[in-house]
C-alpha cells in the first residue's frame, strides 16, 4: 500500500516539479558525459598528460557534490513545506513518523532514479558532443560510439547517490523533530513579513553597497596578499547576505511611509508579494547571487583559454621543429638524424644568437616591463642587480643579437616576407604583448658595433618562439658584419617539415638534448637520488637555456620544441581548464535558476486565489499577466542583475590581466560579455517556462 502510495505522490511531483527533474536530469547528463571523457581510455592513451583533465574534473566533482546535494535538500524541504498538510493528516490518520519519512525518502528516490535514467541516455548524447569538440581541437575526426566506461558509470553514480544521500538524510531528522501543529502551519510560513527593526536593518544594505565599491577600488589597486586576498573574499561572501538583509528592511520601511506612489495599480500588492518573500528567502537569495556569480565568472575564464589556445600555440611553437644548445657551434647531427628518420623535411636551418657582453636591453625590460616583477627595480627605480644575480631567470645574462641573413631566412620559414635594415639600422624582434612597455627611450638607443653606430629602424612582433630559444621576449636585429665581430652565445636549428611530424618526435629530441648535456633523465635523476648521490631537496632541470621570458599564465619553454607534440600538451593543459569551469559554470548556474523557477511554479497555486481576486475587482486577463511579468521578473531579476553587477568588476579585472600578460586577442569587456550571453541564453530559458508555467496555472482556476 505505502509502495503504491509512494509511486503516485513521485509521479505528482515529477509532475508539479517538473523544472526540478529536467535540471536533475541534465546534471546526470553532464555528470556521465565529462567523467566519461575524462576516464576515456581512449584518451588516456592518446595523451599521456591526459589525467591532468581527470584530476581536474575530479576535483571540479567535490564542488558539483556540495552544490547538488544543497539543491537536493533545498527542494525535499521546500516539497516538505508544501506538503505539510498533507502529511500532518497522515499522521492524523494513524501513519507514525517512521512510515510517513520512509514514504518521503521513496519518493525522492523514485524521482531522483528517474531523472538518472533519462540524464544516462541523456548523458549519452552529451558525450558524443565533448568527444566531438575534444577532438576536432587536436585536428581530429572523432567516429560517433558510445562508450559506456565502468569507472565513468561508477564515478557518476556515485556522486549522484552521494548527494542523495546526504540531502535526505538531514531531511529524515527533520521529520523525527517535526509536530502534527508544525505540519500544519509550516506551509504558511513564506508569508512573514519582517516588521520589526527595520530601521536598523536598513543600515547593512548601505553598508553592503558601500563594501562593493571598495572591493571593487581595491581590486584595480594590484596591492594582494594571501591573507588579504581570504579576508576580503570572506567579506564579500557576509556583504552579499547582508544586501539581502538590509534590502528587505528598505523595502518594508517604503511600504510603512505610505507615499502616493505605493498606490498605482498593482504596486502595493507587488511590494507586498516581494517583502514576503525576501523576508523568508534572504538566505537563499543570497546563496543564488554567489552561485550565478561563480557561473558568470567560470564562463569568462572558460571563454579566456578557450579562445586562447589556438593563439598560444602560435607565439610558443610557430616552427614545425626547434632544439636550442648551449654550444653556439653545435652542428646539431644527432637531432638531424633522428628527424630526417621519422619525418620529411623542406627546409633546415641552424644558425647562432650572438651576445656583446652587455645588458642594456635586460636592464631596460627589467626595470620597465609591466609583467616583470618588482622586486628587481629599487626604490628609485634603478635595476637591482642583486635580486638578478640570485633569481632572474626571465632574461639572459646578456643582450641578444640575430643576424639579418638568419631573421630573413627564419621569416621566410615561417611564411613572411623578408626585410631589409636600413643604412647604420638595426631591428628588434619582440612579443606583441611587450610594445606597450617600449618608450622613446629605448627606441632611441644607439648601438656601438664594429661597423659604427647603428640607430632603430623598426620593430618586429611576428610569433617567433622567444621563450628562450629565439631570446628571451625580445632579439635585436643586426647587419651580418655587427653579428660578426660578437661572440657567439648559444646555437638553434629550425626545420619545417612537410605535413606534421610525429609527435613522439618531441621525445626523442629529448633524449638527445639530456644526452648531449650530461643531463640524467628523470628516472635516472629520482634513482640517484635514492642513492644518495644527489641532495634529496634537489630538483630536476632538464631546460639549458639562460632566461625563459615574462609569459606568466601560459607558458612554455623547453630545449626541445616539436609544434605537434607541445602544441598537442598545450591545448590538453587548457582544455583541463576550459571544460572544469564551463562544467561548473553550468552546473551553479543552473542549479540557481531551477530554485529560482520551483519557488514560483510551487507558489503559482497559492497566487491563484489572489489573482482570482483582482480579477474580480476588474482587472482583465492582460494587466494579470503584466502584473505576473512584473512580479516573476522581479524574483529573477534581483539575484540576476546583482550578480552581473557584482560579477562584472572582477572579470573585467580578470580579463584585462589576462589579456596584459598573455597578449590576448580581445579585452576583459569582451570575455565577460560572451560569458554574459551564453548565461543570458540559458536564463530565458527558465524564465520563459516559468513565466508560462506560471500563468497556465493562474488562469487554470479563473
Not at 622586486?375 to 628609485?380: F, S, V
Amino acid at each position: 500500500m505505502l509502495n503504491k502510495l509512494a509511486f503516485r505522490n513521485a509521479r505528482r511531483s515529477s509532475r508539479d516539479y517538473i523544472v526540478y527533474v529536467l535540471t536533475m536530469t541534465v546534471m546526470a547528463a553532464m555528470m556521465f558525459a565529462f567523467d566519461s571523457m575524462a576516464l576515456s581510455p581512449d584518451i588516456l592513451t592518446m595523451f599521456r598528460e591526459a589525467g591532468v583533465m581527470g584530476a581536474m574534473i575530479g576535483l571540479v566533482s567535490v564542488f558539483i557534490v556540495c552544490i547538488l546535494a544543497w539543491l537536493i535538500r533545498y527542494m525535499t524541504r521546500f516539497m516538505l513545506e508544501k506538503r505539510s498538510r498533507e502529511f500532518g493528516t497522515y499522521l492524523l490518520l494513524g501513519m507514525n513518523k517512521k512510515q510517513i519519512s520512509g514514504l518521503y525518502m521513496k519518493e525522492n528516490i523514485l524521482m531522483g532514479a528517474i531523472a538518472f535514467l533519462l540524464g544516462i541516455g541523456v548523458g549519452m548524447f552529451f558525450q558524443q558532443i565533448l568527444m566531438t569538440i575534444f577532438y576536432r581541437v587536436f585536428g581530429m575526426d572523432y567516429p560517433l560510439h558510445v562508450q559506456l566506461n565502468g569507472w565513468s558509470m561508477l564515478m557518476t553514480s556515485g556522486i549522484y547517490i552521494l548527494c542523495y544521500f546526504f540531502a535526505l538524510i538531514r531531511n529524515r531528522r527533520l521529520f523525527k523533530k517535526m509536530t502534527i501543529a508544525e505540519l500544519m502551519r509550516m506551509e504558511k510560513e513564506n508569508e512573514k513579513i519582517r516588521e520589526s527593526k527595520s530601521g536598523f536593518a536598513r543600515i547593512w544594505f548601505f553598508v553592503a553597497v558601500g563594501f562593493f565599491i571598495v572591493y571593487t577600488i581595491l581590486l584595480f589597486g594590484e596591492r594582494y596578499s594571501v591573507a588579504g586576498v581570504c579576508c576580503i573574499t570572506v567579506c564579500f561572501i557576509a556583504a552579499v547576505y547582508l544586501f539581502y538583509y538590509g534590502f528587505s528592511a528598505i523595502l518594508t520601511s517604503y511600504i510603512h511611509k505610505r507615499k502616493s506612489g505605493l498606490y498605482k495599480p498593482g504596486r502595493l500588492f507587488l511590494l507586498r508579494q516581494y517583502t514576503g518573500k525576501l523576508g523568508t528567502m534572504r538566505f537563499t537569495m543570497g546563496t543564488l547571487t554567489l552561485l550565478l556569480m561563480t557561473a558568470i565568472l567560470g564562463g569568462s575564464v572558460s571563454m579566456m583559454f578557450a579562445r586562447f589556445q589556438n593563439q598560444a600555440i602560435e607565439n610558443s611553437v610557430p616552427f614545425d621543429i626547434l632544439v636550442h644548445s648551449e654550444n653556439p657551434d653545435d652542428a646539431f647531427d644527432e637531432e638531424l638524424a633522428a628527424i630526417h628518420d621519422q619525418c620529411r623535411t623542406e627546409d633546415t636551418w641552424s644558425y647562432q644568437i650572438y651576445q656583446d657582453g652587455k645588458q642594456v636591453m635586460n636592464e631596460y625590460l627589467y626595470t620597465h616591463g609591466g609583467t616583470v616583477s618588482k622586486k628587481y627595480r629599487d626604490p628609485d627605480g634603478s635595476l637591482n642587480e642583486k635580486a638578478v644575480e640570485e633569481d632572474g631567470y626571465e632574461y639572459y645574462t646578456y643582450d641578444t643579437y640575430m643576424r639579418i641573413s638568419d631573421y630573413n631566412h627564419l621569416r621566410q620559414m615561417l611564411g613572411y616576407e623578408p626585410v631589409a635594415l636600413g643604412k647604420d639600422k638595426y631591428a628588434i624582434q619582440i612579443k606583441e604583448r611587450m610594445i606597450p612597455f617600449l618608450d622613446e627611450q629605448i627606441k632611441a638607443r644607439i648601438l656601438d658595433t664594429s661597423l659604427g653606430e647603428l640607430t632603430m629602424d623598426e620593430i618586429y612582433t611576428i610569433p617567433f618562439s622567444q621563450n628562450g630559444n629565439n631570446g628571451a621576449d625580445y632579439l635585436i636585429i643586426v647587419p651580418d658584419e655587427a653579428a660578426a665581430e660578437m661572440d657567439g652565445y648559444f646555437s638553434e636549428l629550425a626545420v619545417s617539415t612537410e605535413g606534421k611530424a610525429p609527435s613522439d618526435l618531441q621525445q626523442t629530441l629529448e633524449t638527445i638534448r639530456l644526452k648531449k648535456n650530461g643531463i640524467p633523465t628523470q628516472e635516472e635523476f629520482y634513482e640517484m637520488q635514492e642513492r644518495g648521490e644527489i641532495p634529496e631537496d634537489a630538483y630536476w632541470e632538464s631546460e639549458t637555456m639562460g632566461g625563459f621570458g615574462t609569459d606568466q599564465i601560459i607558458s612554455c619553454a623547453s630545449d626541445v620544441l616539436v609544434r605537434e607534440g607541445i602544441g598537442m600538451d598545450l591545448k590538453l593543459a587548457m582544455l583541463s581548464l576550459v571544460f572544469p569551469l564551463a562544467y561548473v559554470g553550468l552546473v551553479f548556474l543552473c542549479v540557481a535558476l531551477t530554485i529560482m523557477a520551483v519557488q514560483q511554479l510551487s507558489d503559482s497555486s497559492k497566487y491563484r486565489f489572489r489573482y482570482d481576486v483582482l480579477s474580480k475587482l476588474g482587472m482583465n486577463e492582460k494587466e494579470i499577466d503584466r502584473l505576473i511579468l512584473k512580479q516573476l521578473a522581479f524574483y529573477y531579476l534581483v539575484p540576476v542583475v546583482i550578480a552581473v553587477i557584482l560579477s562584472a568588476a572582477t572579470a573585467v579585472y580578470a580579463g584585462h590581466q589576462f589579456v596584459f600578460y598573455t597578449g590576448a586577442d580581445g579585452s576583459g569587456m569582451y570575455y565577460f560579455g560572451i560569458s554574459l550571453f551564453i548565461f543570458a541564453g540559458v536564463y530565458l530559458i527558465y524564465f520563459g517556462m516559468t513565466y508560462l508555467g506560471f500563468k497556465r496555472n493562474v488562469h487554470y482556476s479563473a
